[in-house]
């Protein structure tokens, strides 16, 4: 079993930037790759980045390219989301997640583990 904690979430105005963490406990952190998730109301839960066990290969969808930054400390068991140039349409419950597969998979099936979420909003 691995717990996994989120934080950082919050409101903030467009263009504005937030961090979220996620900490994890249990099996070696360092044996999962780890993705970041966000459900929007009314939507499907997406993938917005993941990077693999020993924090290489960082993958990201589309829409955050540029934007988000995923890295990862397997010392401190700890996986974060850097979050620049927010706009509303990054408004969602905020998901990390990990996963025993190879490399850095992106469905949402794939993943084993998942943290209760975090909130983030952003006002225009």
């Known amino acids: 079993q691995v717990q996994l904690v989120e934080s950082g979430g919050g409101l903030v105005q467009a263009g504005s930037s937030l961090r979220l963490s996620c900490a994890a406990a249990g099996r070696t952190f360092s044996s999962y790759a780890m993705g970041w998730f966000r459900q929007a109301p009314g939507k499907e839960r997406e993938f917005v980045a993941g990077?693999?066990?020993?924090?290489?290969?960082?993958s990201y969808t589309d829409s955050v390219k540029g934007r988000f930054t995923i890295s990862r400390d397997n010392a401190k068991n700890t996986v974060s989301l850097q979050m620049d140039s927010l706009n509303p349409e990054d408004t969602a419950v905020y998901y990390c997640?990990?996963?025993?597969?190879?490399?850095?998979?992106?469905?949402?099936?794939?993943?084993?583990?998942w943290g209760q979420g975090t909130q983030v909003t952003v006002s225009s």
């Open positions: 997640a990990a996963s025993s597969r190879l490399g850095v998979p992106r469905m949402r099936a794939n993943y084993d583990y």
């Open positions: 990077i693999s066990r020993s924090g290489g290969n960082p």
